[in-house]
């Protein structure tokens, strides 16, 4: 199973965190198993992600839409959004 995992940072945690709920059911109907969040201890609105998704080409599809662009734009996710896939061994 295919792992996407995501570091950002966002303009508000409480914000992000309303919006990214408001939003599972979207994640969940495109593919996306299992959601792991993390938060920094120094800085909380510094978060790490882990989505485990049912195929790469969901979790890619998922994530270039035009929804999911809004998506972020409203829960005040910063510029420097990086991502990386990963499979568990």
């Known amino acids: 199973m295919p792992v996407l995992m ?3 940072d966002v303009e508000d ?13 979207a ?6 198993r299992r959601v792991r969040r993390f938060r920094s201890t120094a800085n909380p609105n510094h978060l790490l992600i882990l989505f ?9 599809a998922f994530s ?6 809004t998506t972020k734009a409203k829960a005040g996710i910063l510029p420097g959004l ?6 568990e061994f």
């Open 82 to 87: 990086e991502t990386a896939f990963f499979e």
């Open 6 to 8: 995501v570091r950002t």
């Open 64 to 69: 270039s839409s035009p929804q999911l662009a």
């Open 52 to 60: 485990d998704w049912d195929t790469e080409e969901n979790a890619k």
């Open 13 to 25: 945690f409480d914000r992000w965190k309303q919006v990214f709920e408001e939003n599972a059911g």
């Open 27 to 32: 994640r969940t109907a495109h593919g996306c």
